[in-house]
């Protein structure tokens, strides 16, 4: 009989950076290595677990003096958009989605540069390059897809070949208890389109329709306002120190 011990992870621990979200913070991440044949099922225990993915690495803040960082979920099965979010719906009908492998092509680069142009000048992936870019889609040991959404051309199908104007892209990871959504850009001048809320209700009914109960979205840090849109899916599940639990909002 085998008795060999599986290998475990091995974790460390960054040092301390300024925090690129909350003034006068300073932020630690502890992290390891995806990479194997078990990446997918340690991907799933450890987003589970609070953790994030780039690439093949995953990591979770270990800050010494703050607990901004939340884990946020949202339960698909009980979700019901707004108002605001089926006028998104409405506005986006002319929209098709279409899944592919994890690979980049210059039409995403290209989006995704005019997208941190616009949005992200001063933040760490501002100087990104072509293969940096390819880097972050490719390097993967998990079940990784892209999802690229595109206005429908005139008089054609929605399963057909024709590929019209890309608007947005979504890297997004499947896992055994939904879809995590690693990163997602779009074409910045089409406010009116909300496209980011846009992406993550489609996220909310492909899961939905794997039988699936959450979408992850990542950290909302309580006190940066670009991270606020993370809490407007209700339901939705925070991880605290007592595990995941139904998140109630403060009345306004």
């Given at each position: 009989?085998?008795?060999?011990?599986?290998?475990?992870?091995?974790?460390?621990?960054?040092?301390?950076?300024?925090?690129?979200?909350?003034?006068?913070?300073?932020?630690?991440?502890?992290?390891?290595?995806?990479?194997?044949?078990?990446?997918?099922?340690?991907?799933?225990?450890?987003?589970?677990?609070?953790?994030?993915?780039?690439?093949?690495?995953?990591?979770?803040?270990?800050?010494?003096?703050?607990?901004?960082?939340?884990?946020?979920?949202?339960?698909?099965?009980?979700?019901?958009?707004t108002k605001s979010m089926?006028?998104?719906?409405?506005?986006?009908?002319?929209?098709?989605?279409?899944?592919?492998?994890?690979?980049?092509?210059?039409?995403?680069?290209?989006?995704?540069?005019?997208?941190?142009?616009?949005?992200?000048?001063?933040?760490?992936?501002?100087?990104?390059?072509?293969?940096?870019?390819?880097?972050?889609?490719?390097?993967?040991?998990?079940?990784?897809?892209?999802?690229?959404?595109?206005?429908?051309?005139?008089?054609?199908?929605?399963d057909s070949s024709k590929?019209?104007?890309?608007?947005?892209?979504?890297?997004?990871?499947?896992?055994?208890?939904?879809?995590?959504?690693?990163?997602?850009?779009?074409?910045?001048?089409?406010?009116?389109?909300?496209?980011?809320?846009?992406?993550?209700?489609?996220?909310?009914?492909?899961?939905?329709?794997?039988?699936?109960?959450?979408?992850?979205?990542?950290?909302?840090?309580?006190?940066?306002?670009?991270?606020?849109?993370?809490?407007?899916?209700?339901?939705?599940?925070?991880?605290?120190?007592?595990?995941?639990?139904?998140?109630?909002?403060?009345?306004?």
């Amino acid at each position: 009989m085998n008795t060999q011990a599986t290998p475990s992870p091995q974790f460390y621990l960054t040092a301390p950076a300024t925090c690129p979200y909350l003034p006068n913070q300073m932020e630690r991440k502890v992290f390891t290595h995806l990479v194997g044949p078990r990446a997918s099922e340690m991907n799933d225990l450890l987003t589970q677990g609070g953790f994030r993915r780039s690439q093949n690495i995953a990591y979770r803040p270990a800050c010494e003096n703050c607990r901004a960082c939340v884990s946020v979920r949202i339960l698909t099965e009980q979700f019901q958009p707004t108002k605001s979010m089926r006028r998104v719906l409405a506005a986006n009908k002319d929209v098709v989605a279409t899944v592919h492998a994890a690979e980049p092509s210059t039409e995403q680069f290209a989006l995704f540069r005019r997208y941190l142009d616009h949005r992200h000048q001063s933040g760490g992936m501002s100087d990104m390059s072509a293969l940096d870019y390819a880097i972050m889609v490719e390097d993967t040991h998990v079940n990784t897809r892209i999802i690229e959404y595109r206005v429908r051309e005139p008089g054609s199908r929605i399963d057909s070949s024709k590929r019209g104007e890309l608007l947005a892209v979504a890297l997004s990871d499947v896992m055994s208890d939904g879809l995590s959504m690693v990163y997602s850009f779009f074409n910045p001048e089409l406010e009116k389109r909300s496209l980011g809320t846009y992406m993550i209700i489609d996220h909310i009914t492909r899961t939905r329709a794997l039988g699936l109960p959450h979408v992850y979205l990542g950290y909302w840090v309580d006190g940066s306002k670009k991270m606020g849109y993370k809490t407007r899916y209700h339901p939705q599940e925070h991880l605290t120190p007592r595990g995941w639990e139904v998140y109630t909002p403060d009345p306004v």
